[in-house]
């Protein structure tokens, strides 16, 4: 495993440069290589932004986190996918992308809805915070989401899973980075399946 400081990341982010995220990425595969990775995973929903910069110059493969749940979604019949993440994983094109080349539908948070989860992630998740005002605001998202015709909610954050669960999510969830994690342990093990998460976390 290697990182750089999420500074790094979020320095490029708000200037727009996907190609200095792409570049973050791939010293980070470059660094891997050395020590004998196979292929290559970014548990970072947002990141995956810059995949296509990176994938046409990586020394080694990747699994893409938007494809890992999206076979995970079609697999478990669902339809019609809430999305939530940081304000620019929402805005980007990682996750329709994936889900339509599947036949599988995209609804993003409002404007409002986005700006209140990004605030929600940067502010306090990423520095541990977990407030009840917080998990309210997501599980009204989803309820909302819910009434909207969604059939499951895609956690597209790694923080997004420390306060929202199966347990009281109005909504199954598909929690990106379970998934990614279970697919890349197939994968190493051998059978390169991406058998989908039942459900839980």
Same mark, same amino acid.
């Given at each position: 495993?290697?990182?750089?400081?999420?500074?790094?990341?979020?320095?490029?982010?708000?200037?727009?440069?996907?190609?200095?995220?792409?570049?973050?990425?791939?010293?980070?595969?470059?660094?891997?290589?050395?020590?004998?990775?196979?292929?290559?995973?970014?548990? =970072?929903?947002?990141?995956?932004?810059?995949?296509?910069?990176?994938?046409?110059?990586?020394?080694? +493969?990747?699994?893409?986190?938007?494809?890992?749940?999206?076979?995970?979604?079609?697999?478990?019949?669902?339809?019609?996918?809430?999305?939530?993440?940081?304000?620019?994983?929402?805005?980007?094109?990682?996750?329709?992308?994936?889900?339509?080349?599947?036949?599988?539908?995209?609804?993003? +948070?409002?404007?409002?809805?986005?700006?209140?989860? =990004?605030?929600?992630?940067?502010?306090?998740?990423?520095?541990?915070?977990?407030?009840?005002?917080?998990?309210?605001?997501?599980?009204?998202?989803?309820?909302?989401?819910?009434?909207?015709?969604? =059939?499951?909610?895609?956690?597209?954050?790694?923080?997004? +899973?420390?306060?929202?669960?199966?347990?009281?999510?109005?909504?199954?969830?598909?929690?990106?980075?379970?998934?990614?994690?279970?697919?890349?342990?197939?994968?190493?093990?051998?059978?390169?399946?991406?058998?989908?998460?039942?459900?839980?976390?």
């Amino acid at each position: 495993m290697h990182t750089p400081s999420l500074e790094d990341y979020v320095n490029c982010l708000e200037r727009g440069d996907l190609p200095g995220v792409g570049d973050l990425m791939l010293a980070s595969a470059h660094k891997l290589v050395k020590c004998g990775a196979d292929f290559l995973i970014c548990p =970072d929903n947002t990141i995956h932004q810059a995949f296509s910069y990176v994938e046409p110059r990586s020394p080694l +493969p990747w699994l893409h986190i938007a494809d890992v749940v999206a076979d995970s979604a079609a697999a478990r019949g669902f339809k019609r996918l809430g999305l939530t993440g940081t304000r620019w994983l929402v805005e980007s094109d990682v996750y329709p992308a994936r889900l339509e080349a599947r036949q599988l539908e995209c609804v993003r +948070p409002t404007q409002s809805e986005m700006i209140e989860i =990004d605030r929600i992630i940067m502010d306090e998740l990423v520095h541990g915070q977990f407030k009840p005002d917080s998990v309210a605001t997501f599980l009204e998202l989803m309820a909302r989401m819910k009434a909207d015709g969604c =059939d499951a909610v895609i956690l597209g954050c790694t923080e997004i +899973p420390l306060i929202v669960n199966d347990a009281n999510a109005p909504l199954p969830i598909l929690d990106s980075t379970r998934l990614l994690a279970e697919a890349a342990l197939q994968k190493a093990v051998g059978d390169g399946a991406t058998t989908p998460h039942d459900g839980g976390t």
